[in-house]
């Protein structure tokens, strides 16, 4: 399908002219025609403000069925809340271990444990 070709249709279905589309984005006539004839692929923000003046979501432009497609069975993907170390498991334990240690530190020992991995992580 080409985008052209079905931005021709949607269009035509709901009877604007090439002028009025071009009252509603603020794109030329002329450039309106382009795409139209495939002459232009238009940018995404471009396909956007079709949608808009053609009063139609966005997958409209791509899909022609009636209603929305269905979306893929797409793995699940961690959150962030997944993804923070320290939040699960034996990641938690040992950062409350951290916790604790630290908590009992005089200020001037937790300066050179901080001090330490910093050169640590620089190597």
Same mark, same amino acid.
Request: include cysteine.
């Given at each position: 399908?080409?985008?052209?070709? @079905?931005?021709?249709?949607? =269009?035509?279905?709901?009877?604007?002219?090439?002028?009025?589309?071009?009252?509603?984005?603020?794109?030329? =006539?002329?450039?309106?025609? =382009?795409?139209?004839?495939?002459?232009?692929?238009?940018?995404?923000?471009?396909?956007?403000?079709?949608? @808009?003046?053609?009063?139609?979501?966005?997958?409209?432009?791509?899909?022609?069925?009636?209603?929305? #497609?269905?979306? #893929?069975?797409?793995?699940? @993907?961690?959150?962030?809340?997944?993804?923070?170390?320290?939040?699960?498991? *034996?990641?938690?334990?040992?950062?409350?271990?951290?916790? *604790?240690?630290?908590? @009992?530190?005089? #200020?001037?020992?937790?300066? +050179?444990? +901080?001090?330490?991995?910093?050169?640590?992580?620089?190597?």
């Amino acid at each position: 399908m080409i985008i052209g070709e @079905r931005l021709r249709a949607l =269009r035509e279905q709901k009877n604007f002219s090439q002028g009025d589309i071009e009252k509603k984005t603020g794109l030329l =006539r002329c450039y309106v025609s =382009r795409v139209e004839n495939g002459h232009t692929v238009p940018a995404v923000e471009t396909l956007e403000k079709f949608a @808009r003046a053609l009063e139609v979501p966005m997958y409209q432009l791509f899909y022609d069925g009636e209603e929305a #497609p269905k979306l #893929p069975n797409l793995l699940k @993907r961690k959150t962030a809340d997944d993804i923070l170390w320290g939040n699960s498991g *034996r990641d938690a334990h040992m950062l409350a271990k951290f916790c *604790r240690f630290f908590s @009992r530190m005089k #200020p001037s020992d937790f300066g +050179l444990v +901080l001090y330490m991995a910093q050169k640590m992580a620089k190597r």
